[in-house]
């Protein structure tokens, strides 16, 4: 009978540490990403003037950092030196808590409303990067 007890106390405690182990991987999965975009900007005056500022405070307001932005449009950007290739008009780099976080921001009302702006003086091609 102790054996029983003994057996039943042992798989009560794997559960319990199997259960606490799936939580930590599940939480290591949602580390930090990044957003890369990669912009062709036709009216850079334009760019910068109507869409940069817009989209940059929803980005701010939703709680991620930018990493680099660069290239054509003003809003703070620097140069951008191609290495192999052809360099995009504009690039940013942007960090983000959780891909869940980065998709809230992306589909909201707000940028949305911005990205149609946007959307008259540039193309855009973006990529979600995982972090180390």
């Known amino acids: 009978m102790k054996q029983y007890i003994g057996l039943g106390l042992a798989m009560l405690a794997g559960t319990f540490v199997g259960a606490a182990g799936i939580s930590a991987l599940n939480a290591q999965g949602k580390g930090t990403v990044y957003l890369v975009t990669e912009i ?4 850079p005056e334009a760019y910068g003037a109507e869409f940069a500022p817009k989209a940059q405070a929803t980005i701010r307001a939703a709680g991620a950092k930018f990493i ?7 809003a703070g950007a620097k140069q951008v030196t191609a290495l192999d290739g052809q360099a995009p008009k504009r690039v940013t780099i942007q960090e983000w808590d959780s891909t869940e976080a980065l998709m809230k921001w992306y589909k909201g009302a707000d940028y949305q409303a911005a990205l149609e702006i946007g959307k008259k003086y540039a193309t855009f091609r973006r990529y979600i990067v995982e972090g180390m």
């Open 40 to 43: 062709d900007v036709s009216n």
């Open 68 to 74: 680099a932005i660069g290239g054509a449009g003003g």
